[in-house]
């Protein structure tokens, strides 16, 4: 049931172009929102602004630089007078055996995913505190957060930082009336999963580890981000709330065999959330 839970309010969405980004500015937008998105995917900004019209704002931001993250939250004040909530999606996965990764590559894994919803988290909790309203923000994290995936081990590792990042950003700023919070999906079609959910052995393996023996949809994990940015989660801060499917009751595939086995390499680094 679609509500009009953020009527009259502003939102910025990093990744908000494509998967679950993408899905979390269609519910914002049909609940009533107006909403800034944040994202490198030029093409994916541009069909955005068709679907959507004067409801959002787009805008190319490479969450790896700090000055296009405050140029976001100040657009959602030029362009829409205020900012209400917030939904870092952003995230990069990198695959392959620990011993095999390079030291970029790692870089560049902890720099979208973790890295950025730190900075991300600053400047949005900047501009509640200058407005002097309360807020919301949401941090997308993952399963790999408590149920680490072999051959993930920078994103295993960049996830856990997430949703320590948010029970302390929700520590220091509920003085402020803000709230932060995180939902930790399991394998959703995505993207940046085409590798996993592309693999008919790989695919099949993880429905087998899912109770409700599916990939996550992305307006799953739009309807579980958007519940904690309402005012229905007055009370809620510094949680992770996982929603997949029920995987973290059972446990993951066993993917660098599974590649191996299917005689392909694990992508080295995914693209982005």
């Not at 937008?29 to 602004?49: Q, T, Y």
């Not at 949401?138 to 051959?151: C, D, L, M, R, T």
């Amino acid at each position: 049931m679609i509500t009009n839970r953020f009527a009259g309010r502003v939102a910025v969405v990093t990744a908000g172009a494509s998967g679950i980004g993408l899905g979390i500015v269609r519910r914002l937008v049909a609940e009533g929102a107006r909403v800034v998105i944040g994202d490198i995917d030029k093409e994916g900004l541009k069909r955005a602004a068709e679907e959507f019209g004067t409801h959002v704002t787009p805008l190319h931001t490479d969450v790896r630089q700090e000055a296009d993250i405050a140029a976001m939250v100040e657009t959602a004040v030029t362009s829409f007078g205020r900012l209400d909530c917030a939904f870092n999606v952003a995230g990069m996965g990198g695959g392959g055996p620990v011993l095999g990764l390079s030291a970029e590559e790692i870089d560049a894994v902890l720099s979208v995913t973790l890295r950025s919803t730190f900075l991300c988290i600053k400047h949005e909790a900047s501009q509640f505190i200058a407005q002097g309203s309360d807020g919301a923000i949401v941090n997308i994290a993952s399963i790999n957060a408590i149920q680490p995936a072999e051959g993930s081990a920078s994103y295993n590792a960049a996830k856990a930082g997430v949703v320590s990042l948010t029970q302390s950003a929700a520590l220091e700023l509920g003085e402020h009336g803000i709230r932060v919070n995180a939902v930790g999906p399991g394998l959703v079609g995505t993207p940046m999963t085409r590798s996993l959910t592309g693999n008919p052995a790989i695919a099949q393996a993880y429905r087998d580890a899912t109770p409700l023996q599916r990939p996550g949809r992305p307006e799953d994990i739009a309807g579980a981000a958007t519940f904690l940015g309402s005012d229905d989660a007055a009370w809620t801060t510094g949680q992770t709330l996982y929603v997949d499917g029920g995987q973290t009751v059972t446990g993951y595939p066993r993917l660098l065999r599974l590649f191996e086995q299917s005689n392909m390499k694990m992508p080295k680094i995914a693209d982005q959330d």
